[in-house]
Nanobody, 123 residues
Framework: VQLQASGGGLVQAGGSLRLSCAVS????????MGWFRQAPGKEREFVAA???????HYEDSVKGRFTISRDNAKNTVYLQMSSLKPEDTSVYYC??????????????????WGQGTLVTVSS
């Protein structure tokens, strides 16, 4: 399976961006999909996850600002980011997992990863 993340860029604080993750090689609908991010010098951290049925889970700092969604027909997962803050600056990665639950905050339950897309939020 291959995951291709796109949509990153430079945006001012308070602005919005939408990231996309195209899945190929298998049907994404049977898997949970997640977004993680990694800032320079920091650990990769969980951002959001979505089950094939639509259930979602968010990291506390992005609740109310970010929205994860998926289009199973297009094998694509999205992360709509609004009210962006400088501390959201990171490389964002999408990932696929055969599991669903609170464990989806853990990197080790994801077996496929995209290459990452850089989001830079200026103050």
């Amino acid at each position: 399976v291959q995951l291709q993340a796109s949509g990153g860029g430079l945006v001012q604080a308070g602005g919005s961006l939408r990231l996309s993750c195209a899945v190929s090689g298998r049907t994404s609908s049977s898997y949970a999909m997640g977004w993680f991010r990694q800032a320079p010098g920091k650990e990769r951290e969980f951002v959001a996850a979505i089950h094939w049925s639509g259930f979602t889970h968010y990291e506390d700092s992005v609740k109310g600002r970010f929205t994860i969604s998926r289009d199973n027909a297009k094998n694509t997962v999205y992360l709509q980011m609004s009210s962006l803050k400088p501390e959201d600056t990171s490389v964002y990665y999408c990932a696929a997992s055969p599991y669903w639950g609170t464990i989806n905050t853990r990197r080790d339950v994801y077996d496929s990863w995209g290459q990452g897309t850089l989001v830079t939020v200026s103050s």
